[in-house]
């Protein structure tokens, strides 16, 4: 007995360690159920949305009610391109949004700039500001601005829609903690060869953040795209409305919500957004990614 006990190998530290291949297999399958499940409840609404654009008014109210369309049905989009002044109010989105988008790339990137490589007095008392304006709710601000470009006479153009929102604390946040990770190395550098401050951030800075500046321009055109509350304010005309404020004054029947019609201004309302987001999904996972791994 002794000498086949000490025949044997006693197992090491490692293998005890080792979870046994029943519980490494259960253990998968429960991430996978669990991944599973998170996709559904992600995707859940927006398939239902999907599904209740093609169903009547009648279906849609049933109870209990049903996942599939019983009779699918084009009306929704139909009625809703009919009772919408359509183009104005998409194009009134699309200038908006644009606009908003690309001034907060060019903006939010000079300001992340010098609050990152520049050195001046107050430098970090400003980026203690700027993060402080995070805190501040939207809805404190929204008389006081109002007032403003009343003053401005600036209430139902697209510059009043566009000027407030032209720059934002997040994005001056994003793009200062992308680029404290360029090396310093590089843009002194350049500095040394006699570039100027200038050339060196657009020629040098610039091209290196494109996974930021597509993250950034996603999340600022996906915010600027759906904002509802501020051109509802802004705009007392509708031809100044955007898509989301048209889509919700005129969707609402007499005594109640067409949810058909609703449904279908909402599936056309997302499809922008998710060009935009497959067109720059790549860059916007190396963005968020790579953000912040310095300081």
Known sequence: MTAVAQGREAPTTTELDQPAPQARASRGWLVTTLLVLGLLALIGPFLWMLLGSIKTQGELLQLPPTWLPEAPT????????ARLDFVTYFSNSLVV????????????????YALAKLRFAGRNKLFLLVMATLMVPGSV?????????????????????????????????????????????????????????????????????????ATLGILTFLGSWNNFLWPLVNSTDDSMYTL??????????????????????????VVPVLIVFVALQRYFTQGIATTGLKG
Request: net charge neutral.
């Open 74 to 81: 084009l009306d929704n989009y139909r009625r809703l391109f």
């Open 97 to 112: 949004a644009g606009f908003v988008t690309t001034a907060n790339l060019a903006f939010c990137s000079m300001l992340g």
């Open 141 to 213: 601000t929204l008389v006081p601005l109002f007032v403003l470009m009343s003053k401005l006479e600036l209430v139902n153009t697209h510059a009043g829609l566009i000027l407030p929102f032209m720059a934002g604390p997040f994005g001056v946040f994003f793009m200062r903690q992308f680029m404290r990770s360029i090396p310093d190395e590089l843009i002194e550098a350049a500095r040394v060869d006699g570039a100027s401050e200038a050339r060196v951030f657009w020629q040098i800075v610039m091209p290196l953040t494109t996974p930021a500046l």
């Open 244 to 269: 989301p404020v048209a889509l919700a004054i005129f969707t609402k029947g007499q005594y109640q919500a067409d949810y058909g019609l609703l449904m279908a201004g909402a599936v056309v309302l």
